[in-house]
């Protein structure tokens, strides 16, 4: 794949971002493309500077987001982890399957394993969840649990799972939307599916704005930085 990553990091560092949401994204995608620079290292800082006490605003999925992006490079603050799992009731976190796998797999990229929280997603999953972006997110949150301990107990959940998400793309060759379609890329290259996902991300591809971003109306934080972690996944 002949993809060059500079103009889409210049756009992503034109912008102007104050979502916690936004800056764990780029910083992910920044550490993973190895942009390492002025803007990468105030990026970081920034995100590290928005924690309040033990959480990002006692915001769940904040929290989570800013947490996975500090652990890839090697940053883990105890107290968040303990936050995270004191928001955790009757083994899921809000009766909520985003909220939950978020913090799942922040949890996973700090190293904490939760098996009551896995065993929480796979006994109510039904089709109410049934959708590529959300099994998707499902899946991940498995996943990397699972590795961390070299648990099994997930597997046949997990591979049945992919295989539907699979069986779910579109005649263009991806699932619904841009956002939707890095999550389920990123989903089945962690579980083994890579071979899946070529014609996918050629679609992914297919979507680029002519500045170098993804997204509507000229280009969107979250979608440009998604598009890069799937394209950085695939190709490493």
């Known amino acids: 794949m002949d993809f060059k990553s500079e103009a889409s990091f210049k ?9 916690v949401k936004d ?11 190895n942009e390492e620079n002025n803007h990468t290292e105030g990026l970081t800082e920034k995100l590290i500077n928005s924690k309040t006490e033990n959480s990002w605003n006692s915001d769940l999925r904040d929290t989570s987001r800013a947490a996975s992006a500090l652990a890839l490079k090697g940053i883990v603050f105890p107290d968040i982890e303990r936050w995270v799992l004191s928001e955790q009731a ?3 976190w809000n009766n909520d399957v985003y909220d939950t796998t ?11 394993y939760n098996p009551e929280g896995c065993g929480w997603l796979i006994d109510n999953y039904g089709k109410k969840w049934e959708h590529p972006g959300t099994t998707a997110l499902i899946i991940t949150a498995l996943s990397k649990q ?4 070299n648990e099994d107990t997930f597997s046949d959940f997990i591979a049945e799972r992919a295989r539907w998400i699979i069986s779910q793309q ?9 956002a939707t379609s890095n999550l389920v890329i990123q989903s089945l290259i962690l579980t083994g599916h890579k071979d899946e996902t070529a014609i ?9 704005n002519s500045n170098g971003s993804w997204g509507k109306e000229g280009g969107d934080i979250n979608t440009t930085s998604l598009s890069l972690i799937t394209l950085w996944q695939y190709m490493n």
């Open 11 to 19: 756009w992503l560092y034109s912008q102007k971002i104050t979502k």
């Open 23 to 33: 800056l764990a994204r780029i910083v992910q995608a920044s550490y993973l493309w």
């Open 90 to 92: 009757e083994r899921s």
């Open 102 to 112: 978020y913090a799942l797999i922040a949890l996973a990229d700090m190293g904490s």
């Open 146 to 149: 699972a590795k961390l301990e």
């Open 170 to 178: 579109e005649s263009e060759g991806a699932w619904k939307t841009l």
């Open 200 to 208: 996918p991300l050629k679609w992914i591809l297919s979507h680029i």
